[in-house]
């Protein structure tokens, strides 16, 4: 009797691990790359909303690892009048979080709303006449002229993405947050265990049907959910948000720091390069103000700038972490080319850029460098970036600020004593720098076209509007050259090299998808 | 006594008001727009303003603060400017793992100190008081990040005793993940406090041990250590209370940077958080809390004097 | 009134805390007898020297980048080792000494001559003392770490900024001591005789009231110098301090944040760097406290 009930209560202790192993597999522990402060992906462009957008809303095309648009909510898409008329129907069975069908009307108001803040989406705006629901499940498109790549703008995976919702939120104005999160995505946003930095959560959405066409890859194809909650855990500092991931704390860290990796790979933790387009750094030039309103001197500059030396610092010793000779199109994608490229390659002679700049005109006037401090991956950049700088013989004073302030300051069009700035540094992801279509350094709209730096170059624009236009693969890459070497001769930004983003994760998760931190189809155990 | 009460009550009002008006003028004059963090990295300069415009930072200073301090005067702290949710409700959210760690502290503090102290007091003169003595300088030295990652390094990544990160929430029926997850930090938040309460109780324990009637009690033969404990230790009691109410901005100093190194979810981190992004609200939010909890916890001390040192009246 | 606190032998103690060099038996004594003096004396000594003579040192330019030459362990060339963009850390913890030192001493000199006046004029002028006081009140009871985070965000990151906002945190403790020690004075005899007398303010403060508040001022003064030192630590650590272009001992910790799992080096040297000025800097006060109001030794 004793016995027995001895036996029973070690059976009962040793049970409950594996009941509570059972549970845990249906959780999954993330820790995402920053604090998820937004929540729509609409209002913000940061990454970090945009993974969480993706969880929540759905699109009506998917972007696959190719890079090309299928259908996702969409069950297919008509063109008619010479592609002056396409109808996209949406497919049967789609709910949103709330239990209401997904129509035709609320798929057309959240265009509009995406519309009025994504570049990619204001260009398709500017050539449509009318966007209207003629009845439930036909999205219909009025055009001024052909867009090929409608598809393309509304199944993109960057920000912001066209995230579907329903027309009651999708009214609300688009300069406006909303913070009710109802999608028809994958995913269920839990409003009520949003803890703003250190805890989101969010739990299956048994009603999802997935699309039963494709396969799946980046945003294509069926997105399958198979946890019951994923959680996302904060963690800000990169040593404590490793070692939470040795410890077998958390299961997965969306950006782990370059030199970590080995540590990370040593306790056994898979380490990996889920998207080949990585980060593209990039220097910008105030072009309204001297000295960088010549030309001549930001070409220059390119002689200073060692992609080299700024791969090493952010990504690490590994050389599979980054990637040199980086131009205007991020390498590996069908329109990167090294032509014209030669003055960004080889040797660093700070003297000839030193002549170069004295020849160009440059008398030692004062050069502002904005340096954020607040985020490391930034910060590096903005190091190396004001060191090469000073090397080059500029008479450079670096400012170091936050992130926030940078950003603010960067749109200060003034002389540098009213609060203006000379140079400042960012990242693009690759995904930015596929096609002109979403490249938005590559633009010379001027002090008009609002985008920071505001080089002019009717060349660049001209060539932009050509390939919008080109018919096929081998035109487009023939204007992607010509952009190219435009670029090298207006130098509206410099490229400074390209570093892989590795993603680790314990060895018990399998099926993460290519791409950025995406939930679907991923398994634990 | 009552009177005293109400009076020190009314007195808190001018500090309070003095500290809303200060955090209010201090990050309405701050650099940093949150408008252009919100719009983020992409976003045209046309975008930032009228974000500005519709969250209504473009209004004058007079107008913003009359109309925020009628808002918090009514028991509402406003709304993030970021996340759009209630500040009152994030404070809320944060306030357990906070007080947790602090209790804990402080708990910790005084278990280990006040013995430290009493025998420093005792052995005074000797090796014993010199090593107690040099411990609380050296733990008083030592930057609490330093000593926290020296912890985690040690008993969480090395030994694997403790976990490195996170907060779980306190419940009645099984404690132990809860006090798993605040024995780094509070160990870690505790050194400086331990060094602190060590001190004053040795100090106190020397001068009460000098007095009068305890050479009495030695006189008539009571043995050491009941004179150590009951008369000197009630005694001693007073200042190490006075000590808490004076340590307690210092604790949530602290905690602010114990919370960043292990990851809890305190009002530390939100403010620190806030402060970065510029989220106005919450700053001037937890702020205010805090300078409030601060003149509260000092009131309450002064009453606690009564309790301890009957000679003290009001 | 003890007699020690009015001895004005005390002004003249103050520089023995360099301890003289000419006569041996003298320092030997000495050392005996404020053994705290002594060794927190000697070592802030060596810490002022390593600041001073940084460029003598065997440093180099602890802004150089190398990136090619990056988190090297600590060796016969790189005594400390390198940081993730290939930097000195010898180099940058010895330059950072400046910083802190810079900061330490200059915020506790501010705060001193700022508090005093307050603490003077509070204790004086009864009119302002009301106002005044409460105005401390309100400073003191929001978290020194917190204010000082929120005045940086005010600004842009300078060493400068970085002193005032500590100064401006630090300075009711010694407005409040000042205070404290004149109203305590006001009741004294030979105080209320010489008010009595019709001597004028000023001359009372001078004659009476400063002599006096020197010996707690001295000692606070150098408390304020090592907290001061953790609150710049602290504030760059957490990326609210100096800046990062320049090498200061929180800013070095600050970057070797992220690696400390891996290279634990770059926190450890600035780490026991600040530790050991602090504890230095501390021993010093105590024992000037000790030696200089047994009184207030007690006390706290």
Known sequence: MKRRTVLQGIGAALAAPRIAAAQAARVLKFIPQSDLTVLDPIWTT?????????????????????????????????????????????????????????????????????????????????????????????IQFRLKKPF?????????????????????????????????????????????????????????????????????????????????????????????????????????????????????RKAGITVAIQDPTGLIGCMRFNQLQPPFDNPAIRRAIIGAISQEDFNLTIAGDDPAMSRTGVGVFTPGTPLASDVGLEPLIGKRDYDKVKRDLAAAGYKGEKVVFLAPTDLAVLKMQGDIAGDALKRAGLNVEVQAMDWGSVVGRRTNKGPIDKGGWNVACTFWTGGDHLTPAGHTFMRGTGEAGGNWG??????????RTQWFDA??????????????????????????????????????????????????????? | MFAYIIRRVIATIPVVAIVALFIFSLLYFAPGDPAAIIAGDQATPADVERIRASLGLDRPFVVRFFEWSWQVVQGNLGVSIFTNLPVSKMIAQRIEPSLSLMLLTLTFAISVAVPLGVLAAWKHGTWIDRLVMMFAVFFFSVPVFVVGYLLAYTFALQLDWFPVQGYTPFSISDPWPWLRNLVLPAAALGGAFVALIARITRATMLEV?????????????????????????????????????????????????????????????????????????????????????????????????????????? | MSSTILDPAIAAELPDVLPARKQRGKVAMFAYRHPSIFAGGLLVSLVVASAV??????????????????????????????????????????????????????????????????????????????????????LMSIPGIL???????????????????????????????????????????????AVAAGTRVPKIIWKHILPNTLAPITVQATFICASAMITEATLSFIGAGTPPTIPSWGNIMAEGRALWQVKPFIVLFPAMFLSITVLSINLLGDGLRDALDPRMAKKI
């Open chain 1, 46 to 138: 940061a990454y970090v909303t945009r993974n969480h957008g993706f969880m929540v809303f759905d699109t009506l095309f998917g972007s696959d690892g190719s890079f090309k648009a299928s259908p996702q909510m969409a069950a297919g898409m008509t063109v008619e009048s010479d592609g002056r008329l396409v109808r996209i129907t949406l497919r049967d069975g789609l709910k949103w979080h709330d239990g209401e069908k997904v129509l035709a009307r609320d798929c057309a108001a959240s265009i509009k709303r995406w519309g009025a803040r994504d570049s990619f989406g204001q260009t398709v705006m500017a050539v449509t006449d009318e966007l209207s629901a003629p009845d439930d499940k036909t």
């Open chain 3, 147 to 193: 204010l000082a985070i929120a005045l940086m965000a005010l600004t842009r990151g300078s060493v400068g900024n970085v002193i005032i906002a500590i100064t401006i945190t630090e300075i009711p403790r010694v407005a409040r001591l000042v205070r404290g020690v004149v109203l305590s004075l006001r009741e004294q005899p030979y105080v209320e005789a």
């Open chain 1, 471 to 525: 018919p096929g693969l081998a035109a487009q890459q023939k204007l992607a050259q010509a952009m190219q070497r435009q670029v090298m001769q207006d130098v509206p930004y410099v490229p400074l090299g390209q570093v892989l983003q590795a993603t680790a994760f314990r060895k018990n998760i399998t099926g993460v998808p290519n791409g950025f931190a995406m939930f679907w189809n991923v398994r634990k155990g």
């Open chain 3, 53 to 138: 003579f940084a460029p003598l040192l065997g440093t180099v330019d602890p802004t150089a980048l190398a990136p090619a030459k990056r988190l090297r362990v600590p060796s016969e060339i790189y005594w400390f080792g390198t940081d993730m963009l290939g930097r000195d850390i010898y180099s940058r913890v010895l330059y950072g000494t400046r910083v802190s030192l810079q900061v330490g001493v200059m915020v506790a000199l501010f705060a001193s001559v700022i508090g005093m006046f307050i603490g003077l004029t509070s204790g004086f002028i009864r009119v302002l003392d009301t106002v005044v006081m409460r105005v401390m009140d309100g």
């Open chain 2, 209 to 314: 041990l000098s007095q009068d009637y305890i050479r009495t009690a030695r006189a008539k033969g009571v043995s050491q250590r009941p004179i150590l404990f009951m008369h000197a230790l009630k005694n001693a009691a007073v200042p190490i209370v006075t000590i808490i109410g004076i340590g307690f901005a210092g604790l949530i100093g602290g905690a602010v940077v114990t919370e960043s190194v292990f990851a809890i979810p305190g009002v530390g981190r939100l403010v620190v958080d806030a402060i970065l992004r510029r989220d106005y609200p919450i700053i001037q939010g937890v702020v205010l809390m805090l300078s409030f909890t601060y003149v509260l916890v000092n009131l309450c001390v002064d009453l606690l004097y009564t309790l301890f040192d009957p000679r003290i009246r009001y």
């Open chain 1, 454 to 463: 505001w080089p002019s170059s009717t060349v660049l624009e001209d060539l």
């Open chain 1, 148 to 264: 090929a790549l409608l598809a393309d703008a509304l199944g993109k995976s960057s920000s912001n993405f066209a995230a579907m919702m329903p027309e009651r939120l999708a009214l609300t104005d688009p300069f406006k947050q909303i913070t009710e999160m109802v999608g028809s995505g994958p995913y269920k946003f839990k409003a009520d265990e949003r803890n703003v930095g250190h805890l989101v959560v969010y739990e299956c959405n048994a009603a999802y049907v997935p699309s039963p066409t494709g396969t799946a890859s980046w945003t294509a194809g069926p997105k399958i959910a198979n946890f019951d909650r994923v959680e996302w855990h904060v963690i800000p500092d990169p040593s404590t948000a490793a070692a939470a991931l040795q410890g077998g704390e958390m299961d997965w860290w969306e950006t782990p720091t370059g030199d970590l990796l080995p540590t990370l």
